[in-house]
Every structure is written in C-alpha cells, then in structure tokens.
C-alpha cells in the first residue's frame, strides 16, 4: 500500500513536469496553434486549406485505434509511448524549412507532414490514456486533471507570449509591442525574413517537445495485460456496452456542433479584426487565467456531482460564447477580450469532462480500448464539419441591425447546434444521480452566498471611509 502511495505521488510529480513541456509544444506546434495558422496565412492558404489544417487535428484522433494495436500484446505502454511521440515530435522542424523551400506545393506538403506528426501523437496519446488511467485511482482523477492543466496553462501563456513577441517582429501587422520592440531596436521591417523565423520556431518547439518525453521516462508504470482477444473484436467490445453507445452518440454529436466554424476563429482575429500574434495570445491569456482559476472549480464539480452534470452547465455555456463575436469588429476587441474569460472557464470544464468522463464509464483494464474508439469517433465527427465549413462557406447574412460576414454566419450556426447536444447528453448513464435541478440549485445558492458576502465586504469598507472622513471634518 505504502509502494502504491509512492508510486502515485511520483507519477504525479512526472506527469505536471513532463506536461510543462508538453504544452509549451502543442502551444507552438500542435492541432489550434497560433503559429500554425500565421505560417498557413505565409504560405497563402485559402478557406479549404483552412478547413484542412484544423481538420487534421481531429482526423489525427482515429488513429488512437492503432494505439490499442501497438499495445496490446505489451506489458508495458512507456516505450512505446516514448517513441510514438519522439517520432511525430521529431518531424515538427519540417514546418519550418517548408517556406525556405517556396513553390506552390508548400503549403500541401506542410499538411501532409503536419498530418502525419499528428498522427503519430494521437497513437500515442492513446497509450498514455491507458498508462495515466492505470496510475491515477479513479475517485482523484478530476482534481489531478484540474491540477495538472492549470500549472500547464501558465507554461503555455508564458511560451506563448515569449514567441509571440519573437513572431510579431516580422510580421508585415507587428502590432502596438511588435512595432515598440522594433522601435526600441531600431530595427527596420523583418517581414522578408520571416521564414527564418518560423524556421527558428519550429526547431525550439521540435526541441522542447524531445526534452519533455527525456522526463516522461521517470514515470512509473503498472504492469498490465497481454491481451489475446483479437483487434478487431477488441475495436467492436465498447459498442456491446450500451451506455458506451449513448456516450459515443452524445461526443460524435458535440463533436459535429462544435465543428461547425472551429477552422475560422484565428482567421477571422487575423484577416477581419487585424489582431498581430501578440494580441491574440493576450486573448489566450485571458481565456486560460479564467480557465486556471475555474479548473479547481471544475474538478470539485465533476468528482461530487458527476461528468453528465458538469457537461450540461458547459453546454449550456458554448451556445453563449460565440455571440459576441457577431458584434465584434476592429474597434470592438474588448468584446472578444470578455468573451475570452467566459470561454476560459467553459473549456476549462469541458477539458476535464472530455477527459475523465470515457475513462469514467469504461471497466478496469478497458481504458485505453474505449478511449481509443471514443476519440476516433468523436475526431471524425468534427472533422467532417470542420471540412464542410471550408468547403461550403455560406454567403453573407443580414439580420435587423447586424450585417454577418460569412465565417460569422458559421459563429451563429455552432451556437445553436451545441445547444442540440444536450439531447444526447440526457440518455447517457452516470453512477453519481444527484438531479441536474439540485446541482443547478446549490451552485446558484453558493454563488448568492459569494455575493453577499462580497457586497457586505464593500459596505464595511465604505461605512469605515465615512466614519474616517466624518471624523476628519468634526
């Protein structure tokens, strides 16, 4: 017992360590990265290429089928996680000299290499969802996620901003930092050499991403099974399981909402807003504090009263935080900034849930095999919408009062179809019942209690200042 406790407080310790450096690589180089979508706009993508290049992200998610073949007949994960990783990691400096080699076909061979680097991520993603699930005991599991990701939300804003700042300086819209850096400098327009910047990038990030799985090796691990039920059979054991199959209906059906537009938000900060790398991390920032507080939150949540009753709070959450980016325009950033503290907090929540709630469900031993399926399922899901919304962009929208440009018809759309999701939502079967009604209650009656503490604070300190200047003038 004393070993297991042991174990579990260094696989803890490894598991943030090894996660700093993680996030500071997906920050740079992974599926929804900035930097990503400012090299696509350098090599001159067009809206479907656009679609692509997200759309990989979650494509990349059916292969964590593979994860399952590779493991299987292993008692150990951490090699093959190591590799997988080392691998698709290694491959992230090829971003970088793409642009240095020109041409037309550029921008396709970044996605076919950003396609395969993903991929292999995803493979061993999977792995590391069995070996993290195997170490981590299930009734801690959503205050260790919250704790993990909020120590790797501060790693990813200060790397963020760090080649933000870097990045902006040879860009041909630097920014109000980017041109003071230049003017403190005394420096003339970088933008003809902004190749060798992303050069630079992608090399660091390709490094830090290495160094990362050098201290992943300290992990502990579990011995698991050689499993001798055949692949396919193993692919098909999750859909026997009927609460699986609700669970899987709700995330494809998520999944498809939350495609809907997901390839535009960035282009439509950059292109339509005018926003330079180092404005959009200042979103990103506000978004991941309002996040990082909220994860213990979250966490709280989750393990008291359920993944199904957290997941309705932030559903109900997603069809609000894309409407103010209807309203938004060059002069309007401070409504995407407040946009961005609410947005924190909900995919703070829906983080946690994405993860913990399929490892919730799943039989000892069936992690990485319902893992693996639910994530394939759900990353085909949004990948179709993601392609369709490049594909089929809608035309220009007039409501009364409001003239939608086209990526901001696909805002309103995800609005709407989120909300559709709680159907599916309501079918799937939790061991923890406490009724959504009372949930709602107690957090509405905990939020009540805040504030009357708070304003009761503010009166206390207002009668003390009149007291004082009642003294003051007697």
């Known amino acids: 017992m004393k070993e297991e406790g042991s ?8 598991s943030i360590t090894e ?44 292969f964590q089928l593979l994860g399952i073949a590779v493991t299987r ?44 680097a993903t991929s292999l991520l995803a493979v061993s993603s999977n792995a590391w969802m069995g070996w993290i699930g195997d170490m981590v005991p299930t009734r801690i599991r959503g205050r260790f996620f919250a704790k993990r990701n909020q120590l790797l939300l501060i790693a990813g804003l200060l790397g963020g ?31 003809s050499h902004a190749h060798l910047a992303f050069l630079v990038l992608f090399c660091a990030a390709g490094v830090i991403g290495l160094s990362g799985l050098y201290i992943l090796r300290r992990q502990p691990e579990r011995e698991k099974d050689v499993e001798t039920e055949p692949f396919l059979s193993m692919l098909a054991s999750p859909f026997r399981d009927r609460n699986f199959r609700r669970l899987a209906v709700w995330g494809a059906w998520w999944m498809l909402a939350t495609g809907i537009g997901a390839p ?5 900060m950059i292109d339509r807003l005018r926003m330079s790398v180092l404005l959009i991390q200042f979103y990103g ?3 991941a504090v309002a996040g990082m507080v909220s994860l213990r939150a979250w966490g709280r949540l989750i393990d008291r009263y359920g993944n199904k009753n957290s997941m309705r709070i ?41 993860t913990n709630f399929v490892l919730t469900i799943a039989p000892a031993g069936r992690q990485q095999s319902y893992s693996g399926v639910f994530g394939a399922m759900s990353g085909l899901a949004m990948m179709s919408t993601m392609l369709l919304s490049g594909a089929l962009m809608p035309p220009p929208l007039a409501l009364p009062g409001l003239s939608l440009h086209p990526m901001q018809v696909l805002f309103l759309c995800t609005a709407v179809a989120r909300l559709t999701s709680l159907l599916p939502l309501s079918r799937v079967h939790e061991d923890i019942s406490t009724p959504f009604g009372s949930v709602l209650g107690i957090i509405l009656q905990h939020a009540s209690v805040r504030v009357l503490a708070i304003s009761a604070l503010i009166g206390r ?10 003294d003051g003038l007697a």
Not at 7 to 14: D, N
Not at 101 to 111: E, H, P, Q, R
Not at 461 to 470: L, P, Y
């Open 314 to 354: 932030a559903t109900v959450m997603s069809a609000v935080s894309p409407l103010p980016w209807l309203f938004a325009t060059p002069s309007s950033l401070w409504l995407i900034y407040t946009e961005a503290a609410f947005s924190g907090v909900l995919w703070a929540g829906v983080g946690i849930v994405i």
């Open 461 to 470: 300190r207002r009668g003390q200042g009149d007291d004082a200047t009642e």
């Open 73 to 116: 007949r292993l008692r150990a994960r951490k090699k093959a996680v190591i590799t997988l990783a080392a691998l698709g990691r290694g491959l992230t400096p090829l971003y970088g000299l793409l642009p240095l080699i020109g041409g037309a076909a550029s921008m396709n061979s970044f996605l076919f290499a950003f396609f395969v």
């Open 161 to 191: 901003y760090l080649f933000g700042v870097a990045i902006d300086l040879f860009d041909r819209n630097p920014g109000p930092a980017g041109r003071a850096l230049r003017s403190v400098l005394d420096l003339e327009s970088l933008q």
């Open 285 to 287: 920032t506000i978004s």
């Open 264 to 268: 535009f938000w960035q282009p439509f």
């Open 7 to 14: 174990q579990l407080r260094q696989t803890i310790r490894v």
């Open 19 to 62: 996660g700093l450096f993680s996030q500071l690589y997906t920050g740079l180089a992974g599926p929804g990265s900035v930097f990503l979508t400012k090299l696509a706009s350098l090599l001159g993508a067009q809206p479907f290429q656009y679609g692509v290049l997200f759309a990989i992200g979650q494509l990349s998610q059916v």
